[in-house]
Each structure stands twice: as C-alpha cells, then as structure tokens.
C-alpha cells in the first residue's frame, strides 16, 4: 500500500515537473513578403499556476532577435514600444493579437513560409524555458 | 429712368456671376451610426494640392491618378510587423466583399521612401493583392500630399541604420472621384469597418 502512495506521489510530482506553467492558445505568425524584415507572431498566454510567472526574455532559433511589443493609438497616431517583461498573476490571460500586442520577430535566418512552425522560446523567472511553436498562415 | 437700366443690367450680370464662380452648398455630410466607430468625414471635402509620386512599377503617380474613382489609401511603411499588415489585410477582405464596387482604387503610400524601393513596396503590396497599388517618392512630394489629410509621422531610433521604427498616423483614407478626401477611418481597422464606411460615402457623394 506504501508503494502505492509513493507510485502515487512520484507520478503526481513527476506531472508537476512536467506541466509546462504557461497554456498556450492559437500561436501564430502573420506570413510576409519573402524579404520581409520583421513579422509578427500572436497567441493567447494562461497562468494556470497559482504563482506569478515572469516572462524575462524570448527567442527563436529562426530570427536574430524576437522583442514582446505593444501596438498602442493614441488619437489614430501608431506607435509601437517594447514589453521589457511580461508579469502574469495566477489564472491571467494575456492576449496578444493584431494591432495590440505582439511577438516582434526579427531578421529571419530561413524563408518564413506557410506552414511553418516557429519556436519561440519563453525564459521564464525562476523556472525552465517554455518553447511555444507559432504556425505561420496568413 | 436712364440711370435705372444699366443698375439693372450689372444686378443680372452679377447674378450670372453668382451662380457660374460660387460654388454650389455642400450637401449635408452623411450621419455615421453609432456602432460604426473611428470613422470621420469631410465636410467640406479636403483638396490636395499638387503632388507627383511614383508607383511600384516605376509610373508617376500623382492627382490625375486618383480621379475617375474612389481610392481607399493608408500610408504605412514595410517594415511595420502589426499594423500595416493588418490593416492591408483588411483592404483585401474588403476587396473581395461581394457588396464592394468593382472600380474602388487601393493604395499604399509609404512615408519610409528610405527602406522602401520600387520593389520592396511591389512584393509588399501584391502580396496582399495584386491590384493593390504601392506608392512612394521624395519626402517632400510625400508631406505635401499628407499634410492636408492630417497624416503625422516620425522615426525613431536610428535613421542611418536599416533598424529604425515609423511611428505614423495609421487611417484609411476615402479620395472621392474628384480627387478630393472625403472621409478616414482611424485604425485599428476591420473589413466590415471600412466595408461599411465606404459604401455610406459612397452612395451619399455619389
């Protein structure tokens, strides 16, 4: 009965090592022209966890450098500024969507084609890296 | 008696005057619905002054190009991520709305001339659509143009590098026929937004 508990115990553990603390919704990426620059990826972020969770820093091995971005209006004038991190208390959401916020994917290293899937790396304070797959589509 | 007859013949003459150089009232400006948001019109509608650009195929485009029919036109640049490819994505949802008309003229002007050449903005615009037509020229030919609509637009960062940003009024822009603005539409955009807004005009000026 022991071995059990501890069966038990070790798979109940060994799920929480595994769970990655952020649920993932609808990750994609806007296709471009062939020779474009910048892209921009998309995708709802839950804290499932009952702790707060810090994203400190993104990247893919496809792009030079990926930035989280915020599209904001003010009286229809566009600017664009950069999320130096992204906080998520427990069970928040975060959308990022177009013309709001976004991952800013920079300089690819390979065509960005339909179909695609970019993985984007999430470093997240005081856990492990989370790597998110964003589909490219139009 | 004698002195009465000319009086009356410069009243007529003037009057002729009247109605041949002042221009007739403008027609009451379209009442937008509430639920239609961030859409504006021009009343009286906004004259451009004279403007010479060049399209993406290298042919001038100037006032004479937006004459003869309506024009949707957003400027942006084609190095923004969100914004532009959004809104331009929106243009050709509502290029293909069964209820848009057929001879409706969809232009990008670029403010980023720079980073944008001939080419940069031809895969740029018939990625979207191949109707789609991109344009740009001098910075002077650009703020001309713009500075009547109101278009506002700044760099940030360096511009000696190829990694500065475009911060710019991001509206869709309505050119009746006549060459002049009569109504935008601010961003964020939607196809039914500008779909909607467009057809109001549309049917009301034309």
């Known amino acids: ?138 | 008696m004698k002195k009465i007859i000319p009086i009356i013949f410069v009243a007529i003459g003037l009057a002729i005057l009247a109605t041949t150089f002042i221009p007739p009232a403008e027609p009451p400006e379209p009442a937008i619905p509430e639920d239609l948001k961030g859409v504006f019109i021009d009343s009286p509608a906004v004259r451009l002054p004279d403007f010479e650009l060049v399209d993406h195929n290298n042919r001038i485009f100037n006032n004479a190009s937006l004459k003869g029919q309506w024009s949707l036109v957003f400027f942006g640049f084609t190095n923004c991520p969100d914004v532009c490819p959004t809104s331009m994505t929106e243009l050709n949802k509502v290029s293909a709305m069964p209820d848009t008309p057929e001879d409706t003229q969809y232009v990008f002007i670029s403010v980023d001339p720079k980073r944008d050449s001939s080419e940069k903005l031809k895969e740029f615009v018939t990625f979207f659509n191949d109707k789609f037509i991109g344009v740009s020229g001098q910075k002077s030919e650009i703020d001309k143009f713009k500075e009547p609509l109101g278009v506002i637009y700044g760099f940030e960062g360096d511009t000696t590098s190829e990694d500065y940003v475009v911060t710019h009024f991001a509206a869709i822009y309505l050119i009746a026929p006549d060459g002049k603005q009569r109504a935008y539409a601010l961003a964020p955009h939607s196809a039914i937004q500008i779909s909607r807004a467009y057809q109001l005009v549309r049917k009301h000026y034309d």
Not at chain 1, 40 to 54: F, H, M, P, R, W
Not at chain 1, 96 to 125: C, D, V, W, Y
Request: proline share 7%.
């Open chain 1, 1 to 138: 009965m022991i071995k059990v508990w501890i069966l038990l115990a070790w798979l109940g553990f060994s799920t929480t090592l595994l769970a990655e603390p952020l649920e993932v919704t609808n990750p994609w990426v806007r296709e471009a022209p062939p020779s474009a620059n910048n892209l921009a990826g998309y995708v709802e972020l839950t804290n499932t966890s009952d702790e707060a969770i810090t994203v400190e820093a993104v990247s893919s091995p496809l792009f030079s450098s990926v930035e989280l971005h915020v599209t904001s209006f003010e009286d229809g004038m566009m600017r664009m500024t950069e999320l130096k991190q992204l906080h998520l208390a427990p069970n928040e959401s975060i959308k990022f969507e177009p013309a709001g916020k976004h991952f800013m994917l920079i300089k690819p290293n390979r065509a960005i084609t339909s179909g695609l899937e970019i993985p984007i790396i999430l470093q997240i304070k005081n856990a492990a890296p989370q790597t998110v797959h964003f589909k490219v589509r139009k």
